[in-house]
């Protein structure tokens, strides 16, 4: 294990990212044009999805954090990943294809989260601290979605949805490519046995995963009702939906790595609440907006920037200080706070929906759930309290204590550096 072997961590992290960039922005479009399916049907794919992969990757999360390899996983996931675009691809019956592609996309959902894993037990193993390492591997999945939304919006408007999941299906594949081939061992002589006891349940996971999920809640209801209430009921530019997601995404990178630098001084746990803060600033614009400003649309993504770059960035690397000696199960435990808004989120559109008769009217309970989630972080303890408390001998903080990767007074040590270090060496 090099330091030359970060370059692939930020490969394979930009693929990951690149994946789900590929067809999520355009699935709910894709459901209602080429199946003809209603906004109940839409929540219901998206509700199905959601609940496999919280189930399949939360399993396989456990096992990675025994003996399981994580290039296999990775590897694994992306060749489930081909098969759901090959079913989008060729199936068109709604009904055969909601038993086929979420089933095969919910194991895909396995490579982000063990991809990050691996980044994870890489940074402190290399450099000594993983959280601005995490950083830039996360700004490297923020700038896939810079990419991605637009040539698939561009794909698919000019050659077809089939030719967009091949496209899809070709990133899978080069992910199980390079993975093989370059992806580091980093559980290369860890002894990880007892590794699959930790419990991953406390109060402080338990309500960081009830606040998480709110916050993702709103992002997804926001993902999935967006391109239709833009294209189809204000009529606006069909494009304008990508150039808002890739706006936000770009401007995501600055906010992850900044963040990142800032988390030991400044505190995981104010980050939390600044994100927070822009959220309610982001969806109260958003809904003030003259609906024929196009302008005023992509100008508010600096908002939405601040508010998932933290979240995407800050929030992971929460649930991996809680949990840092399962770094496999502390991810997919984040990944499936999203996933479990995406669950919430397909009922509460398909109830607006209905009662409403548009997609728009999903918008009016964005802030009151950013408020609710922000308000939960107040019983969340910050991981410096836990640190200091392990320092102290406080009980009950036994599951909660770092990995022994040379000590944890020399994490400590090496961690005010890192930063700066680590920014002159990528």
Partial sequence: MTRQSKYIFMLLTFLAGCAPGTYLPLLSLFLT???????????LYF??????????????ARLSDGRLSRVRLVQSGAFFGILAALGMIFIRDYWLLLFVAPVCMSVSFVCSPQIFAAGREYGIRVYGDSVMFTSVMRTFFSLAWVVAPVLSYWVATAFGYEYLFSGTAVIFMTTIIMSGLFLPDTKEGKQSGGEERVSIFNRDTTVLFLAVTALWLTNNLYLISMPVYIKNELLLNPYLPSYMMATAALLEIPVMLISGKIARAFGIKKLMYLCGIA?????????????????GFILVQIFNAVY???????????FQELLPKVPGQATTLFNNAAATGAIMAGP?????VGITGFYGSSFGILIILTVLATG???LVRDPSELRKAEVSGAPGTVSDKA?????SASRDAVSGKFSENFSKKV
């Fill in 33 to 43: 044009e080429k199946l003809h399916a209603s906004p109940f049907e839409v929540g």
């Fill in 376 to 378: 939960l972080l107040v």
């Fill in 308 to 318: 998932i770059g933290i979240l995407a960035g800050i929030g992971m690397i929460y």
């Fill in 403 to 407: 990995p022994d990767n040379g000590g």
């Fill in 47 to 60: 509700t199905m999805q959601a609940v496999l992969g919280i189930v399949v990757s939360q399993v396989l």
């Fill in 348 to 352: 509460v559109l398909s109830a607006a």
């Fill in 279 to 295: 959220g309610c600033l982001f969806y109260g614009v958003l809904i003030s907006l003259p609906q024929t400003s196009e302008t």
